[in-house]
């Protein structure tokens, strides 16, 4: 059974950090893409950052500079830090693995960026 488990959100004041955790069991992470996707209330789900298995990554273009995607494939764990945050950060922040097509989704984990 492959599972896909999101840790790290939390409530944050806007310019503050986070950094998220997506831990996988049942696949090993090598030949996957990895990404993280968000969805705020009333919007669509929308990709944040992705990376090949071959360590490309790419960014949705209003949040380069901010967020930087990584993988640790010895921890089959990909990462998101999240920098210099604001209000319209808060989602729900979901992380995909995908492989020809084969996909599996996380479960979610909120983030809240507020005073």
């Known amino acids: 059974q492959v599972q896909l488990v999101e840790s790290g959100g939390g409530l944050v004041q806007p310019g503050g950090s986070l950094r998220l955790s997506c831990a996988a069991s049942?696949?090993?992470?090598?030949?996957?893409?990895m990404g993280w996707y968000r969805q705020a209330p009333g919007k669509q789900r929308e990709l944040v950052a992705a990376?090949?298995?071959?360590?490309?990554?790419n960014y949705a273009d209003d949040l380069k500079g901010r967020f930087t995607i990584s993988r640790e494939n010895a921890k089959n764990t990909v990462y998101l830090q999240m920098n210099s945050l604001k209000p319209e950060d808060t989602a729900v922040y979901y992380c995909?693995?995908?492989?020809?097509?084969?996909?599996?989704w996380g479960q979610g984990t909120q983030v809240t960026v507020s005073s």
């Open positions: 995909q693995a995908t492989f020809y097509a084969n996909a599996y």
């Open positions: 049942g696949i090993r992470i090598n030949i996957y893409k």
């Open positions: 990376i090949t298995s071959d360590g490309f990554a």
